[in-house]
């Protein structure tokens, strides 16, 4: 994607698995932050929404509207897609979905939505893609009898997804992600899948079927990446990657999941973090 001759807005404001299709009378931004009683962040216009997968059937008009109701009240807005994006009603083809998204996408100055794909700011290199995850080759069968994604997304070849297919998809993310690193410009990265285990709460880290929501990415972190923002599990988390990214998840979730939401907000000039600042995160996290 294009430079584009502006900066990137900060504070950055954080929200994933919002799960729109669960949610058939929102259709905006505000409606949804008064049905999940989220208090509502000051001067929007003079920040940055990021999106961390799972908003959405893009397939609809309810989500359009919804990307709609962002681009107005924000000065930029980040999306990429998660996996419930392509949940199809039909034998709706992973790339058709992308096909709307390319397509419609072309009518918003400020949304950016990323599918293996990057857009530079004159303060920031923001990368963004799924990500998808690469299972180990012992448990595939099991991750495909208890993963919704092998029962309601549909490949590229008409057929229903397999974990070979997310295998393959996680391959070709993380490559393009380890490209967009190697150029050593001050990095965000957004994701729907987390690389790391230490995204995962405590309260599910032992779960065996963990392999589908993480992949351990933490050696290809390079200093120029500072933070990494993601989603797909349903539970707040703020943990640093390395020394110097910092690791960030704020979903919405399914109803009663999560009775506190707050709106993630991400300031930061781009500065080394401090080992002061570092401890102070591992602190906060000991209270969620």
Same mark, same amino acid.
Request: with cysteine; net charge negative; glycine share 4%.
């Given at each position: ?27 905006t ?41 962002c ?25 058709? =979905?992308?096909? &709307? ?8 100055? %400020? *949304?950016? @939505?990323?599918? !293996?794909?990057?857009? /530079? ?7 963004g ?32 997804l ?19 690193i ?14 790391s =285990?230490k995204? &995962? ?8 079927? %963990? *392999?589908? @929501?993480?992949? !351990?990415?933490?050696? /290809? ?18 943990e ?19 009775k ?7 300031y ?21």
């Amino acid at each position: 994607m294009s430079i584009i001759y502006r900066d990137l807005k900060f504070p950055l404001n954080v929200l994933s698995d919002i799960h729109l299709e669960y949610l058939p009378k929102i259709s905006t931004f505000k409606e949804l932050l008064e049905n999940k009683n989220i208090k509502m962040p000051e001067d929007t216009n003079d920040k940055t929404l990021i999106l961390a997968g799972d908003i959405g059937k893009p397939n609809s008009t309810q989500y359009w509207n919804f990307i709609d109701s962002c681009s107005d009240l924000y000065n930029d807005v980040i999306v990429v897609t998660g996996n419930h994006e392509y949940y199809a009603d039909s034998c709706v083809k992973m790339d058709s =979905i992308n096909d &709307i998204i390319r397509e419609t996408r072309k009518k918003y100055a %400020n *949304v950016h @939505f990323l599918l !293996n794909e990057s857009v /530079t700011f004159n303060n920031i290199h923001v990368v963004g893609g799924t990500l998808w995850t690469n299972i180990p080759t012992e448990v595939k069968d099991e991750i495909r009898i208890v993963m919704n994604d092998y029962r309601y997304i549909n490949n590229n070849k008409a057929t229903l997804l397999t974990p070979d297919d997310v295998i393959e998809l996680h391959k070709e993310s993380l490559e393009f992600i380890k490209n967009e690193i190697a150029k050593n410009k001050e990095t965000l990265i957004v994701t729907h899948h987390l690389p790391s =285990i230490k995204l &995962i709460h405590e309260q599910y880290k032992s779960a065996w079927h %963990n *392999v589908a @929501f993480y992949t !351990n990415l933490e050696s /290809t972190i390079m200093p120029n990446v500072k933070y990494w923002i993601c989603g797909h599990t349903h539970k707040k988390m703020k943990e640093m990657l390395t020394d110097t990214c910092l690791g960030i998840v704020n979903p919405v979730g399914y109803k009663g999941e999560n009775k506190e939401i707050v709106i993630e907000e991400v300031y930061t000039n781009y500065i080394e973090p401090k080992k002061e600042i570092i401890k102070e995160v591992k602190e906060e996290y000991e209270f969620y």
